[in-house]
């Protein structure tokens, strides 16, 4: 409301009551407009009613929402359900243009302006989550996968003759399938086992660039974070090594963003060697639907060279509801929010391990891992072969979902390739285990339910293994006495 209409307010309403009504409005425009100055994270999370305030603003300004507005195209931001309209608080044209998933809308200066301080924000977060010199990101609406799949495309424009990315073995299929659908031939590095944990094998790697030609590889795709007992690739040495052979290098930071010590790689590697684009997923990292990621890099130009390689314009979906949670959250409540994930990674740990002690399993040393745990099952299997997947899904119907279980000898072929003991990102890990992670929103509740349920499925296990040893022996005596019965006949005969 302007301040001719709070003028016209006063003479209906008494004066006093409309400027103090006045002044409360202005501490939202306070908000926004900071918001709109600094382009970054307010310190403290917005109310609903100020995020709504600046939404309703935002879509006013677009097109569809203009009073009169006479639309005579084939895209004219034009919904059937009203209660589409609500859900996207009526900013209905998406982002991007055709040729330019960041370029301004003309018809769209509401949506646009929403695009340009999403990647802001988000930006602003990534920086004091740890990565302190990233130069550029942008929302983009893809899961993980299809993202880098966009980051290698990009890529092949700079590098014609590549046909191969070299890439440390994870046993995740999108990051696999993110390779194979933009055109390449993944170099699968086995992992080498130091103690419990699995790592990066940089030997292997840098026998693969020297065997195949630096000019033949498109990059180095690594990863952070992962489930254990697989840890971080060591990125400050891969970096290192794309920088000595002046190969790109692009990092599968899935749900690193959470996690200080991911981060922390990342930003390292960059200092002492190459890493020109990492990729992170918005639901996993910041707690909103599954459908969007974040891509970020170094160098300005190439990051905004991905955004163009998109092709037509895009869902404002994932950049509303990023946007939309961040400024609920604030600086401060992310931040909170990362601190209370790393305290209970400590108790998650503290109460595997004793529960691991209890039914004579261990908790696998992996300290390289900030998020994942892993329990060995190695006693659980040497009283049953089926109880180790028997407990998967034993916890899956109890209600404890994201827990691994990891059996071995396991065979997948994913895209035309084989992968050995598939799951456990080896060829031949030596124990079956369990999976757990610590991610960002997990409560004390969850782990104590968690810990309640596994041990009730571990003692129900053994119980039952324990019984079909006591019915195998009672028939097996059952079978000797019949025999000594028949032999004592046939004697007499």
């Not at 997990?442 to 810990?451: E, F, K």
């Not at 195998?472 to 028949?486: C, H, P, S, Y």
Request: glycine share 6%; with cysteine.
């Amino acid at each position: 409301m302007n301040s001719e209409n709070i003028s016209i307010c006063e003479k209906i309403v008494s004066p006093s009551y409309v400027r103090q009504g006045s002044q409360a409005r202005r501490s939202h425009e306070q908000l926004i407009r900071m918001l709109l100055e600094q382009g970054k994270c307010p310190e403290e999370g917005w109310s609903e009613s100020t995020i709504e305030l600046f939404l309703n603003e935002l879509a006013v300004m677009d097109s569809n929402n203009f009073l009169g507005n006479c639309g005579v195209g084939e895209r004219e931001g034009r919904v059937a359900s009203s209660l589409v309209a609500r859900r996207h608080y009526r900013l209905i044209h998406g982002i991007g243009r055709s040729g330019d998933i960041a370029a301004i809308q003309p018809k769209a200066a509401g949506s646009s302006l929403l695009n340009k301080l999403t990647n802001s924000v988000v930006l602003d977060v990534l920086k004091l989550s740890g990565v302190r010199s990233v130069a550029s990101c942008f929302v983009v609406p893809m899961a993980t996968g299809m993202s880098l799949t966009l980051c290698f495309l990009t890529l092949r424009l700079k590098r014609p003759k590549a046909s191969y990315i070299i890439w440390p073995r994870i046993d995740q299929k999108s990051c696999f399938k993110a390779m194979i659908t933009a055109g390449f031939e993944p170099v699968v590095v086995e992992n080498v086992l130091e103690g419990d944990e699995l790592r990066t094998d940089l030997e292997a790697v840098e026998r693969k660039v020297e065997e195949l030609g630096s000019e033949n590889i498109l990059c180095v795709h690594s990863t952070t974070s992962c489930f254990a007992p697989r840890v971080p690739d060591r990125l400050e040495e891969l970096a290192i090594m794309c920088a000595k052979y002046d190969i790109p290098h692009v990092v599968n930071n899935a749900y690193g963003v959470q996690s200080s010590k991911c981060m922390h790689l990342i930003q390292q590697g960059a200092r002492v060697g190459r890493i020109d684009a990492f990729v992170q997923s918005l639901d996993k990292n910041f707690m909103v639907p599954v459908g969007g990621a974040i891509i970020a890099g170094f160098n300005e130009s190439f990051i905004q060279e991905i955004s163009r390689m998109y092709p037509g314009r895009a869902s404002a979906s994932p950049s509303l509801d990023v946007l939309i949670t961040l400024l609920t959250l604030g600086a401060s409540g992310y931040k909170k929010l990362l601190a209370e994930r790393k305290e209970m990674y400590t108790y998650l740990a503290q109460e595997l391990n004793r529960l691991a002690e209890a039914h004579g399993e261990k908790l696998l040393h992996t300290p390289h891992n900030p998020i994942s745990l892993a329990m060995s099952l190695d006693g659980l299997q040497a009283q049953c072969d089926k109880a180790v997947t028997q407990l998967g899904s034993m916890l899956f119907t109890r209600q404890v979902s994201g827990a691994r279980v990891v059996a071995l000898g396991n065979e997948q072929i994913v895209s035309g390739h084989t992968f050995s003991g598939f799951m456990s990102h080896s060829e031949s890990y030596p124990c079956p285990y369990l999976n757990a992670a610590s991610a960002v929103g997990i409560t004390r509740d969850d782990v104590t339910l968690c810990i309640k349920r596994l041990d009730k499925c571990l003692k129900s296990l053994r119980k039952e293994s324990s019984t079909d040893h006591l019915l195998n022996a009672q028939k097996t005596m059952e079978m000797i006495v019949d025999f000594r019965g028949l032999f004592s006949v046939k004697c007499l005969l």
